[in-house]
């Protein structure tokens, strides 16, 4: 199959002589501005050196070039009609490894399968580095990242994808803002988020309703390594969102709400200068690391009372 003009046309031609359609579903918009492709493999620098996760591939594009850039290139799609035409569009390609499965094997999870296979590209030498580079569909595209952030083994050097861009947005929220979340924090906790470019509808196929972007996260050892314990982290900053517009002090109380009482919540915050009435959307990442460093001794056996969302 031939792969280096992947336009609407040839799409559409592609998908009518195989009788299927795109599936919404799985979120399938295809990029059919051709110079996107390779601003996406320029800005992740994909070399030979790099094995190279890409979820949702599509008709196979993108993992074309980044193969024909040397790189080992694990392609996962869920949709075996998108794995076939992967497949047949990196034929000859023996850096290429085609998985057709789920990326995740639940939420908080990636899929067995696509860690196996990402470690064995690895393993080849220790000069290997792990990175991330998708067009990901909308429905995939926090939980792969977040996930890829925060993996204890497979920690990737540069993420570059094309996603929605209000998603784009929350990444790089500031505190105060409407659009400043849990996935803020965690994102600028453990490294950068780098807005590449505003993508509107007109440069997929099928059109989707809203605007996209290309960012750049790039994760930062330091960072990670002033976090102590980063499940413990992940759990503080998820739960304390939950109620993002209550106070601080109401907040953590009914977390555990057996083990203290206000005044000595009031206390603890008081300690790391912060007021009770504080609240998560007001928070930056400097107070959130030191509120979850000061919990962790105080109930590290005590698991925190899951807040109803």
Same mark, same amino acid.
């Given at each position: ?70 790189? &080992? =290139? !694990? %392609?996962?799609?869920? @949709? +075996? ?5 992967? *497949? ?124 996209? &972007? =290309? !960012? %750049?996260?790039?994760? @930062? +050892? ?5 976090? *102590? ?81």
């Amino acid at each position: 199959m031939a792969t280096s003009r992947q336009t609407q046309t040839y799409l559409r031609n592609l998908f009518e002589r195989r009788g299927v359609a795109p599936k919404h579903r799985y979120g399938q918009n295809f990029l059919i501005d051709l110079n996107l492709h390779e601003l996406i493999a320029n800005t992740a620098e994909v070399g030979p050196n790099d094995v190279v996760l890409e979820v949702g591939p599509g008709a196979g594009a993108l993992t074309t070039l980044m193969a024909d850039r040397g790189a &080992a =290139v !694990v %392609a996962v799609d869920i @949709d +075996p009609v998108m794995a076939r035409f992967t *497949s047949e569009a990196v034929e000859g390609r023996p850096n290429v490894r085609v998985l057709n499965c789920d990326a995740l094997a639940n939420k908080h999870t990636l899929a067995p399968e696509l860690l196996d296979t990402v470690r064995a590209g690895l393993a080849i030498s220790p000069d290997k580095q792990f990175k991330l580079v998708a067009n990901l569909p909308y429905n995939v595209a926090t939980p792969i990242i977040s996930n890829l952030l925060i993996h204890p083994e497979l920690k990737p050097t540069l993420m570059v994808a094309t996603i929605q861009l209000e998603l784009a947005e929350r990444m790089r929220a500031e505190p105060g803002t409407e659009a400043y979340s849990a996935l803020s924090v965690m994102i600028q906790s453990l490294g950068d988020c780098t807005l590449v470019r505003t993508l509107p509808p007109t440069v997929f196929w099928p059109r989707p309703k809203v605007d996209s &972007a =290309v !960012v %750049a996260i790039r994760p @930062d +050892p330091a960072k990670r390594a002033e976090i *102590s314990d980063l499940a413990w982290y992940k759990e503080i900053v998820r739960q304390v969102f939950l109620h993002r517009r209550k106070n601080l002090r109401q907040v953590l109380h009914s977390m555990w709400r057996k083990e203290w009482t206000k005044p000595e919540v009031d206390a603890l915050l008081e300690g790391l200068g912060l007021t009770g009435m504080i609240r998560a959307e007001s928070m930056n990442v400097e107070e959130f690391r030191s509120l979850a460093d000061a919990l962790r001794p105080r109930f590290q056996e005590h698991p925190p009372t899951p807040l109803a969302e």
